[in-house]
């Protein structure tokens, strides 16, 4: 479920070794888009324990060396360019050295006139045209090189501070679970960190107990929490997910946990389904509508009026959910 508005960086460039009567190869600038959030669904049935309900569909967990949990980025430190796990359609992955740090990236080819330069969740997007060759890609990314880290550096840094917005880490702060309100507390004697009350049915003043001890700082107190709420969202996902294959006869090929800026979920044509860990922050209906709308994308890889006749069927009465969401952005804590 991506948002429509992705961050177009475009340069100007001399040509070389096109076609007669080609454009320039690299595009001119367009002013980049701020992300935009996606849309909602409503409620459901009460999760399962998350058994092995489809054997078939694995859930993975993020490739090696791509954290969760992205830290502040600077401008000395290395940008982090993993391969996305699965790589969109027709899509190859290159690397290229440069002097700052090697720079990989997602290759597309088009029918396009010129190379064209994304920031997306998944990091760099280079589009080209078909007659433009791998070595011309290349030295357009080494071209380019310090100013695409440093949109990097920005999409990474922006990411991180829309996580932070409006939460304070510290004893006392308060944090949306499954669409309640709890309230984070350290120094107690638990060895891992727990819930006060029903991890299944929170409920508004619950505390999160962090096995932390009461001076730590506020950042071991974000990254505890955090982790608690990506472990709840795996179980939680998986239960649901789980739930809706049971009711819809949909298969998977596997499904795995995202720490996207832009996107709730996603969902390819061979199976392989991603959710935003941030969805746990809302109640059980969004997050049910978000797993029926990419289930629905197996039978439609669209948005037809066939695709929502299938979300309906999926999950029916999902609009309200649907409205609800379109108003939060991925990025950031959703305020109730």
């Given at each position: ?302 948005h037809s009026q066939d695709f929502w006749r299938e979300v309906g069927q999926i999950l029916p009465d999902f609009e309200d959910a649907k409205n609800i ?12």
């Open positions: 479920m991506p948002s429509t508005d992705q961050l177009e960086l475009l340069f100007d460039s001399q040509e070389h070794d096109a076609p007669t009567g080609a454009p320039p190869l690299i595009a001119a600038p367009t002013p980049p888009a701020a992300p935009r959030p996606p849309a909602s669904g409503p409620g459901a049935p009460r999760p399962v324990p998350p058994a092995n309900l489809f054997p078939d569909a694995a859930s993975a967990p993020a490739p090696a060396g791509e954290p969760l949990l992205t830290p502040s980025p600077n401008a000395t430190a290395r940008v982090p360019t993993p391969c996305p796990d699965p790589l969109p359609p027709g899509a190859r992955w290159r690397e290229v050295p440069t002097e700052q740090q090697p720079i990989g990236f997602v290759l597309l080819r088009s029918r396009r006139r010129s190379i064209g330069f994304v920031i997306t969740d998944d990091g760099l997007r280079v589009t080209a045209p078909n007659w433009v060759t791998l070595t011309q890609i290349d030295d357009a990314v080494r071209e380019k090189s310090r100013w695409i880290l440093t949109k990097l550096r920005e999409w990474h840094a922006r990411k991180q501070q829309l996580a932070m917005a409006h939460t304070r880490w510290q004893a006392g702060g308060e944090l949306p679970y499954l669409g309640r309100r709890i309230i984070i507390g350290v120094g107690g004697d638990s060895r891992q960190a727990s819930l006060s009350g029903d991890a299944e049915a929170p409920q508004d003043g619950d505390t999160l107990w962090l096995a932390l001890p009461s001076h730590a700082d506020q950042g071991r107190i974000r990254d505890a929490a955090q982790a608690w709420l990506q472990q709840r969202a795996g179980a939680w996902f998986g239960a649901r997910l789980a739930h809706f294959l049971q009711v819809s006869g949909l298969k998977i090929r596997r499904w795995r946990l995202s720490s996207a800026a832009t996107r709730w979920g996603s969902c390819t044509s061979d199976g392989n389904i991603m959710l935003n860990w941030r969805l746990i922050h809302f109640a059980p209906a969004i997050i049910d509508y978000v797993i029926a709308h990419e289930l629905a994308h197996l039978r439609e890889m669209n969401l379109r108003r939060h952005d991925p990025a950031s804590l959703p305020q109730f």
